[in-house]
């Protein structure tokens, strides 16, 4: 099972907005509505940030948002803030296996 | 919540069991997953265990030496790594949930595998 595909990289002042992809497969993103996204500080562990592609857990902030088309997902971040400085990682169901995406590191300018 | 234990430095080859003990939460209920993420690397999901263990998955990269179990009479998960190799140093996370959804992770225990 091949990790999905994640930009390295993502940036956006204070304030802005920022997206970022998450593309896999057939058999893993594009077969199954469960994407979710992790955000992971230095040195922490991660926290799940949206589950099912789009919903967002008790205490995540309505700034964070899922959505998928096709075998792509995408989280976004409107009105960055410097606490949202931090790794993100997507992940799918995908039957016997779960996969995580390659990361991205979110910089807020 | 979760604590995970049972890191540390081991030889290759060698062995090493880890734990994590949940509170907190009805265990019994939950599926739950071990997770590792190599030092300056992503995550990698490795294993999960349905609520009975009636149901249990391992990635490509560990299956056949590493065996996953849970005794929900004390509240824990095991993972129990055989013939472990360089490329197995990581930290080692448990985390509860099904469907790729880990809504509650531990603070991770180091394994270091190096002669």
């Known amino acids: 099972q091949s990790a999905l595909t994640q930009p390295p990289s993502a940036s956006g002042s204070p304030g802005q907005s920022v997206t970022i992809s998450c593309t896999g497969t057939s058999s893993d993103v594009g077969g199954y509505n469960y994407v979710s996204w992790y955000q992971q500080h230095p040195g922490k562990a991660p926290k799940l940030m949206i589950y099912?592609?789009?919903k967002r857990p008790s205490g995540v902030p309505d700034r964070f948002s899922g959505s998928k088309s096709g075998n792509t997902a995408s989280l976004t971040v409107s009105g960055l803030q410097a606490e949202d400085e931090a790794d993100y990682y997507c992940?799918?169901?995908?039957?016997?296996?779960?996969?995580f995406g390659t990361g991205t590191k979110v910089t807020v300018l | 919540q979760l604590v995970e234990s049972g890191g540390g430095l081991v030889q290759p080859g060698g062995s090493l069991r880890l734990s994590c003990a949940a509170s907190?939460?009805?265990?019994?209920?939950?599926?739950m997953n071990w997770v590792r993420q190599a030092p300056g690397e992503g995550l990698e999901w490795l294993s999960y265990i349905s609520s009975s263990s009636s149901t249990i998955y391992y990635a490509d990269s560990v299956k056949g030496r590493f065996t996953i179990s849970r005794d929900n009479a004390k509240n824990s998960l095991y993972l129990q790594m055989n013939s472990l190799r360089d490329e197995d140093t990581a930290v080692y996370y448990c985390?509860?949930?099904?469907?790729?959804?880990?809504?509650?992770w531990g603070q991770g225990t180091m394994v270091t595998v190096s002669s």
């Open positions: 992940s799918s169901y995908a039957g016997s296996n779960r996969v």
């Open positions: 985390a509860r949930g099904p469907f790729a959804a880990f809504d509650i």
């Open positions: 907190g939460f009805t265990f019994s209920t939950y599926s």
């Open positions: 099912e592609v789009s």
